[in-house]
């Protein structure tokens, strides 16, 4: 990979690497001075006094006593020690807290913990720029304020606060001053006798340090609730042995800002500038707008409104290429807004199309101009005026479509996109119901079955569906071949057969090239052609995303369709395909999932339900379903109320990929599992041995799964060996249908 193809690191407020130097130092720690600073021996000697030399270190940059300093794992915990700890100390005076509405979770989450607690919080507003304003300091404080937690530096803008006036304000009326200084440490002056603070918190992952490892300055005479309890670590402060490798790190990393500040800081504006000034070039007067304080802020932030642009969909097109963090997050029905932006009343508008790029030490010039480019480019394609004539520009015989990644230009995966069920059930409620119906109509509105069935004459009846997606996966061609097998699988699971279809497209003409759709088609194509369907014709219509589906219809003798309203107490239920389709497809898209694992996905999304189909019909079903979007218990638990009855699940013989549940601990999680266990757990008892990745795996939102088979008890094995001979071969048996009309799922 040559320098212009390597990814550019823009997400510095995120996390820093650990710079050599600071490595360096930290290896003899690694592999030989390993003793228990607690230890009298030469060991244990040794590791104490490279804590102590960390210790005055830190005290150094801060410009306090080294006994001011108390280590700890990183920020949050400094920030969480900080306030609890001046708030539970200092109860029998007051109970009043002070925060500002821009601070960072790991304080204000704290502040609404001590509320719950019975401590009255004041959260102070900010003006446009992201900063207090002193006089509303002064007419919120009173004299039962014990603590004002303030940020010095804001991690999504880059303002900087007037701490110094905040803390005298705070001190006037006897109230303790604390501020989250994790973002300024290393890139401003950070001096807590210039600012007047009494704690002060440090993140040792921001400064190039290793994450894990952090401070709280604590001003001679504070005292505090402790909040770690054992031994007398830490002047008796936080218990616990110390991590001397990880503080080695630290040590050196606050030596190098002593050392070296002026000019990091000078180099980092000159990137942040350059930056700045490349994307105004690029882009069109009026299309961005900068967000933060223009003189009082961090000289590497930069939080960026696109206007008409959302923020997700040009972070996963500039994914692969330059790294960043978003200020909104666009749902189907939704625009999440940070609080950050909500507090500064950035207007909606702009506020969806916000990115923080953070420059850092290891930045170049060079690079973040090239960043720059990359970004006004992805930003130029998907503003509508101008989008269209830059694709139109490309030539098509020159496209590798392989270097175009169709998730990174959706917001969902697949079936995982589908609307809320809360939501959808308020809709369909909300529809009038024909007064007379249509006697030809054997299946239509009254269940939730997979498919419509009419009826042509007393030996054939029509079954009639549709379905389409987002890409759920990156490559074109497995794209269209995943949504056939999934659009097709609706007419098996009414125990019809597929006849034909029509391709439904939305495509994003000025985001992507033609070749990419014509590979898209030629993948449902060669899957129609498998199960023996043809493609007549379809629709398209110019979209923001990519997407696709068919609308196939399929033929059934009138007394052989399966309906998922006719399980019966007894039941067995069997599944066919794994489950975990949806978190492996959220693993891909996160560069969690090794080749292997990801063509075993696409294998298994494409592979048809046609096979167990043809098992059904030759061992015959009471009831069928196919798993998808609302996952095994949002498809079992429809099944299970249109019935009038209940079902019992052994978990662990629920088959699943081999990662499944290592993916959901790495949090690899679909909005939509989420959203289907928070909805259709409701109705289901969970055994306390199921774990939670278990319950989500169960409700995880798969496309193209399998069917849901429900047989008699006497014909489980039949059906078992008609798969396998059919080359079913995942098939199992996963509970039982019992009786109770509530539709309740018990998870053993």
């Not at 409620?429 to 119906?437: D, G, Q, W």
């Not at 169960?698 to 849901?708: H, K």
């Not at 059906?719 to 059919?726: G, S």
Request: proline share 4%; charged share 20%; net charge negative.
């Amino acid at each position: 990979m040559t320098a212009a193809e390597e990814p550019i690191y823009l997400d510095y407020n995120a996390t820093t690497p650990i710079v050599k130097e600071v490595a360096d130092h930290m290896a003899p720690f690694l592999y030989g001075t390993f003793g228990n600073p607690s230890s009298s021996h030469t060991f244990g000697r040794s590791a104490k006094r490279a804590v102590e030399e960390s210790r005055a270190a830190v005290a150094d940059m801060l410009h306090c006593k080294p006994s001011e300093i108390t280590f700890t794992s990183g920020g949050t915990e400094s920030n969480n020690f900080a306030i609890k700890g001046v708030a539970l100390a200092n109860r029998q005076r007051g109970n009043h807290i002070i925060t500002s509405a821009v601070e960072h979770p790991a304080v204000l989450e704290v502040c609404h913990w001590l509320e719950q607690q019975g401590f009255r919080l004041t959260v102070l507003d900010v003006d446009e720029y992201g900063r207090v304003n002193p006089q509303d300091l002064r007419n919120a404080i009173t004299d039962t304020t014990v603590l004002v937690t303030i940020m010095h530096a804001n991690n999504e803008v880059g303002t900087v606060q007037p701490i110094k006036e905040l803390s005298e304000i705070a001190h006037a009326h006897g109230a303790l001053f604390h501020t989250d200084a994790a973002q300024s440490v290393g890139k401003i002056p950070v001096h807590v006798e210039q600012l007047g603070v009494d704690l002060l918190s440090v993140a040792g992952h921001k400064l190039y340090a290793p994450k894990g490892v952090g401070a709280l300055y604590i001003r001679s005479g504070v005292q505090l609730a402790k909040f770690m309890h054992g031994a007398d670590h830490e002047h008796k402060r936080r218990a616990g042995t110390e991590n001397v490798l990880a503080l080695a790190g630290l040590g050196k990393a606050a030596s190098i800002v002593s050392r070296d500040l002026s000019t990091i800081a000078e180099h980092m504006k000159t990137c942040k500038d350059a930056f700045q000034q490349e994307l105004e070039q690029l882009l069109e007067p009026g299309s961005l707008k900068i967000n933060g304080h223009p003189n009082q802020c961090l000289p590497n932030t930069l939080s960026v409104s696109f206007r008409s642009v959302e923020a997700n969909t040009l972070l996963s097109e500039i994914g692969e290429q330059v790294a960043a963090s978003p200020g909104a997050a666009c749902h189907s029905e939704t625009v999440t807004i940070s609080s950050v932006l909500k507090a500064m009343k950035v207007p909606v508008e702009w506020a969806m199309g916000t990115v923080r790029f953070s420059v850092g030490r290891l930045s170049t010039v060079e690079e973040v101009k090239r960043a720059a480019m990359i970004v006004a480019q992805a930003v130029r394609r998907l503003q509508p005026r101008i989008a269209k004539a830059l694709v139109a520009a490309s030539d098509d015989d020159a496209i590798d479509v392989r270097s175009f990644k169709l998730t990174h230009y959706t917001r969902g995966l697949g079936c995982a996109c589908k609307l809320r069920p809360q939501q959808l059930e308020r809709v369909l409620a909300s529809l009038p119901v024909p007064k007379e119906k249509d006697p030809r109509v054997l299946v239509g509105l009254e269940t939730s079955d997979d498919a419509a069935v009419y009826k042509v004459s007393d030996e054939v009846a029509i079954v009639s569906t549709v379905d389409f997606f987002t890409p759920v996966c990156d490559d074109a061609y497995w794209f269209g071949a995943i949504s056939a097998a999934n659009s097709m699988s609706d007419v098996w699971a009414m125990g019809g057969v597929p006849a034909f279809a029509l391709n439904i497209v939305g495509f994003p003409s000025n985001r992507l090239p033609t070749k990419v759709l014509q590979e898209i088609l030629r993948g449902a194509s060669d899957k129609t052609r498998e199960a023996g369907v043809s493609i007549l014709g379809g629709h398209t219509v110019d979209d923001t995303e990519p997407k696709f589906g068919l609308a196939v219809t399929g033929f059934v003798h009138p007394a052989k369709i399966l309906r998922n309203c006719t399980a019966k107490p007894g039941n067995v239920l069997i599944v066919t395909k794994p489950l975990g389709f949806g978190i492996y497809a959220t693993a891909a898209k996160q560069g969690l999932l090794d080749e292997p694992d990801t063509q075993e996905l696409y294998c298994w999304m494409a592979t048809l339900n046609g096979p167990a189909a043809a098992a059904i019909s030759e061992v015959g079903a009471t009831a069928c379903t196919d798993v998808t979007g609302f996952g095994l218990l949002g498809h079992l638990g429809e099944m299970l109320q249109s019935s009038h009855v209940s079902a019992s699940l052994v978990a662990a013989n629920v088959p699943r990929l081999k990662r499944a549940l290592s993916l959901v601990t790495a949090g690899a999680v679909p909005g939509g599992t989420l959203d289907n266990l928070a909805h259709f757990g409701r109705n289901v008892a969970f055994n306390a041995g199921v774990a939670e990745e278990e319950r989500l795996l169960l409700a995880d939102a798969q496309t193209s799964g399998g069917l849901l088979i429900v047989v008699e008890a006497d014909r489980k094995d039949a059906m078992l060996e008609a798969l396998r001979r059919k080359g079913v071969e995942s098939a199992t048996a996963i509970g039982t249908v019992t009786a109770g009309s509530g539709g309740h799922i018990n998870v053993l």
